[in-house]
């Protein structure tokens, strides 16, 4: 028999969240952001469900647009990291993808291959200061594109602190694009955190990731797209001052029932969890009780009698929901969401 150790994806979750989100996003295209396997959630499977929604799909790399053109995907993607060398333009041509340069030596390329695109994506430094071009160098940027036939062109540029709309680097980001902005015809700044906080209104086009799986982004109307869930395979009871799991961090305060959990680091469960990480069940949260190990963790039970071999628990879904866990980890809910290994079964299913 399989372990219960599982992760399940809801689409029927996934295309909701989509729906709430173009309704705010308005007049706005919509991108659904897909990289990194849609944020950990299987991306062929999440761009399929979400085709009818969406305008198109952004992944980071040129290999993730490929691996969808092969699954199917037909609307646009746009290739967010544009092409790592000469010979990625062949590919994405071939592909028909939207290739986003931030460098000279992308523009060279794109000069040098004579490659035809329906659309290239300017990236904008405005202050995030690791991928664009110089907002006085964007117009010339523009120039060259126009000369070698590239017809359309969206500026883009990307938030250091979105969920932070009123700090002082969004408020000097938020300016520089208003001046580089002003005579472009088609635009994208929000992401998920810059649209919920409506950081520009007047762009062209919203490019939406975290919020899309249900991440709260301050947003209580999203669902949850990923549970991460199994049973408690053991239970053995401790006296006050035994310790559990390695190093003896966690210590008995009380006469304690401990379960352990078959799930751990190598399925992509935090090693740097603390003890009172919750755990969710379906009488309420128990904490971490512990270190992780690969394998194995261990909750305390105490106050939860009615818990058994067997009985199901949520490492984070709806309850606890993953940014409570991520913050229990140092951590953001992003990480975790695409630290999920492959040894952990996933299953997608419609509610």
């Not at 000097?172 to 700044?189: C, F, G």
Request: proline share 4%; glycine share 8%.
């Amino acid at each position: 028999m399989s372990r219960p150790t599982r992760v399940t994806i809801d689409l029927k979750a996934l295309t909701d969240n989509a729906q709430a989100l173009r309704k705010q996003a308005g007049n706005r295209k919509f991108m659904a952001v897909v990289k990194a396997d849609a944020y950990g959630h299987g991306a062929t499977e999440c761009a399929d469900a979400l085709s009818e929604h969406v305008d198109a799909f952004a992944v980071a790399i040129t290999e993730e647009a490929l691996a969808l053109r092969s699954a199917g995907i037909e609307q646009p993607i746009l290739v967010l990291q544009g092409p790592h060398s000469a010979d990625d333009l062949e590919a994405a041509v071939h592909a028909s993808l939207w290739p986003a340069i931030s460098n000279h030596d992308q523009l060279d390329w794109l000069k040098q291959s004579n490659a035809r695109f329906e659309a290239v994506w300017i990236k904008c430094d405005t202050g995030m200061h690791r991928l664009g071009f110089s907002p006085d160098s964007v117009a010339t940027v523009r120039q060259t594109l126009a000369s070698i036939g590239i017809r359309k062109t969206v500026l883009m540029s990307h938030l250091a602190d979105a969920e932070h709309l009123e700090s002082t680097v969004t408020q000097r980001q938020k300016r520089a694009w208003a001046t580089v902005t002003q005579d472009t015809k088609e635009t994208s700044l929000s992401n998920s955190a810059g649209l919920l906080g409506r950081a520009a209104d007047n762009e062209t086009w919203v490019r939406l990731g975290y919020a899309l799986y249900g991440g709260s982004v301050s947003e209580k109307t999203l669902k949850p797209v990923m549970t991460f869930g199994s049973q408690i395979a053991s239970i053995r009871c401790i006296e006050p001052g035994e310790t559990v799991g390695y190093s003896g961090r966690w210590v008995a305060k009380r006469a304690s029932r401990i379960a352990t959990i078959p799930v751990g680091y190598a399925d992509g469960y935090p090693r740097s969890a603390r003890d009172g990480t919750p755990i969710g069940s379906s009488f309420g949260l128990v904490p971490l009780a512990g270190k992780v190990s690969m394998d194995m963790i261990t909750a305390d039970i105490t106050d939860q009698p009615q818990l058994n071999v067997g009985s199901p628990v949520t490492l984070w879904g709806a309850t606890p929901c993953i940014d409570q866990v991520a913050r229990h980890c140092d951590t953001i809910g992003y990480e975790l969401l695409t630290r999920i290994t492959q040894r952990v079964p996933k299953l997608f299913y419609r509610t």
